[in-house]
């Protein structure tokens, strides 16, 4: 794309998210608009922004370790993760109350499952609407590949 200044000038010519990204000089910033990072996340795609490993637990992992992969994660919900490596859903910390193992509970289904040909701004919509407060991101087949959360996008979207 290519953006002129009045009289013909070239003010810059980019792909449209490096446009966005880094835009050549204050005229290019506000022909963009105050929102570039939210047009960014609809050019972007989830295979393109750091994933971060998440809380996980396997359906046989006691409770106890459910509860210390929770506290080191920050979080008050596992991601159930099969040994095929498919998405069972997530558990919270109350579930787990009066069980030994996590596959004593059924998990909950994420609200936000996306892939990595999902656009960031999709990825955003079910960060935002969701319980667990992230996206989880799953191949073709359902195997679990980590979670994108606020600070990947925003770290996605700088970059």
Not at 26 to 51: H, N, P
Not at 70 to 75: F, L
Request: hydrophobic content about 45%.
């Amino acid at each position: 794309i290519a953006i002129l200044k009045l009289g013909g000038i070239l003010a810059q010519v980019d792909k449209p998210e490096d446009l966005l990204r880094e835009p050549v000089d204050e005229f290019v910033a506000d022909f963009l608009g105050d929102d570039r990072g939210i047009k960014r996340l609809s050019l972007m795609r989830v295979g393109q922004a750091r994933v971060s490993p998440g809380p996980v637990a396997a359906p046989e992992a006691s409770t106890a370790e459910a509860r210390s992969t929770m506290a080191d994660n920050r979080t008050d919900w596992v991601a159930v993760v099969e040994a095929d490596g498919r998405l069972a859903g997530w558990v919270g910390a109350e579930a787990l109350d009066g069980a030994a193992r996590v596959a004593e509970r059924t998990p909950e289904p994420f609200a936000a499952v996306v892939h990595p040909d999902t656009t960031l701004k999709a990825a955003l919509d079910g960060i935002v609407t969701s319980r667990t407060r992230v996206a989880v991101v799953v191949d073709a087949e359902g195997r679990y590949q980590g979670v994108l959360t606020l600070d990947d996008l925003a770290e996605g979207i700088t970059r």
